[in-house]
């Protein structure tokens, strides 16, 4: 099946820990999206790469890292740095001509 | 950036009630897209729709360009259409932006 994936799709995080989510894709799609989603509220970018080896911040950016090594993947890492990570965690993809965008099921990020 | 402004914010409608959900935009977009998101959160193309009119059942979309704005139109409307409708756009080369949503409650 074509599709997006994430992973996992709950993960806790402790005080000062860095996690990684993951997400890939089998959609041969150049561009990949991350997403962030508070309760109520609609979905705000954190980062995009619309080429492998190449990524660009989006509004929030801060206290989150990314990497795309490989077309299929783009991992998300929630650092230290991001003090208030608690929410929904949104990965898509699209075409090279950045129009629809198809995404994955979710990753809810609560700290304990 | 472009602001997306969707209304109503809350919509509870009886089951077999049709429904009109409107999405403006501050500025002309070359990409629209209409999004369901279940209550699991999984976000659903509903419609990539720039332009014109488009129909998928009891769903149907029509966005205004000139205008700057979209409306998606939900027909016999059924529990499973209950979630969240987000409308997104943006313009070449610049992020998608997101509407806040409209949240629908279809009760049986």
């Known amino acids: 099946d074509g599709g997006i994936t994430q992973s996992p799709k709950y993960l806790f995080r402790k005080e000062g820990q860095n996690v990684t989510l993951s997400c890939e894709q089998n959609?041969?799609?150049?561009?990949m999206y991350w997403y962030r989603q508070d309760p109520g509220q609609g979905l705000r970018l954190i980062y995009y790469?619309?080429?492998?080896?190449?990524?660009q911040k989006g509004d929030i950016a801060e206290g989150y890292s990314v990497s795309r090594e490989k077309k299929e993947s783009f991992p998300l890492t929630v650092t230290s740095a991001q003090k208030n990570p608690t929410a929904f965690y949104l990965c898509?993809?699209?075409?090279?001509?950045?129009?629809?965008?198809?995404f994955g099921p979710g990753t809810r990020l609560l700290v304990l | 950036g472009i602001q997306v402004e969707q209304s109503p914010p809350d919509l509870i409608l009886q089951e077999g009630a049709n429904s009109t959900l409107r999405c403006n935009f501050s500025?002309?977009?070359?990409?629209l897209q209409w999004f369901h998101q279940n209550p699991w959160g999984q976000l659903i193309n509903l419609f990539y729709?720039?332009?014109g009119t488009k129909q998928n059942g009891r769903l149907s979309a029509t966005t205004v360009a000139t205008e700057r704005y979209s409306l998606l139109y939900i027909s016999s409307s059924q529990t499973t259409d209950s979630g969240v409708y987000f409308c997104?756009?943006?313009?070449?080369?610049?992020?998608?932006?997101f509407g806040a949503g409209t949240r629908l409650t279809v009760k049986p």
């Open positions: 997104a756009g943006n313009q070449v080369g610049n992020d998608m932006r």
């Open positions: 898509a993809s699209s075409g090279s001509g950045q129009e629809t965008q198809y």
């Open positions: 500025d002309s977009v070359n990409n």
């Open positions: 729709i720039p332009s």
């Open positions: 790469s619309q080429i492998v080896n190449d990524f």
């Open positions: 959609l041969n799609h150049d561009a």
